[in-house]
Nanobody, 124 residues
Framework: VQLQASGGGLVQAGGSLRLSCAASGLSFSNRYMGWFRQAPGKEREFVAAIMRFGLTTDYADSVKGRFTISINNAKNAVNLQMNTLNPEDTAFYYC??????????????????WGQGTQVTVSS
């Protein structure tokens, strides 16, 4: 499995960015695709996840109402639309895929495959 994230950049507070993750080599066992982020000096944290088949979504409380995760199964791509960004959203954003049990779908270690990440910087 290979994942390639793109779309990061520098944006002012209140602005928007759209991240994309292109996947290859996926199998039906990769049931979830997720976005995680890691800021300097902090642990990697969950942002959003979506079931590839069923399309159930989950969001971290800090991004609910601002971020939207979507998937295009035909293109093996998952997107993260990020609106109303604030400086606290500054981090390296990673896409991941795996088959965690439902109770661990927000846990980074439960995902087996990771992309290289893309930097998102929000200026105040």
């Amino acid at each position: 499995v290979q994942l390639q994230a793109s779309g990061g950049g520098l944006v002012q507070a209140g602005g928007s960015l759209r991240l994309s993750c292109a996947a290859s080599g996926l199998s039906f066992s990769n049931r979830y695709m997720g976005w995680f982020r890691q800021a300097p000096g902090k642990e990697r944290e969950f942002v959003a996840a979506i079931m590839r088949f069923g399309l159930t979504t989950d969001y971290a409380d800090s991004v609910k109402g601002r971020f939207t995760i979507s998937i295009n199964n035909a293109k093996n791509a998952v997107n993260l639309q990020m609106n109303t960004l604030n400086p606290e959203d500054t981090a390296f954003y990673y896409c991941a895929t795996g088959s965690p049990i439902s109770s661990r779908r927000m846990v980074p270690s439960a995902y087996a495959h990771w992309g290289q990440g893309t930097q998102v910087t929000v200026s105040s």
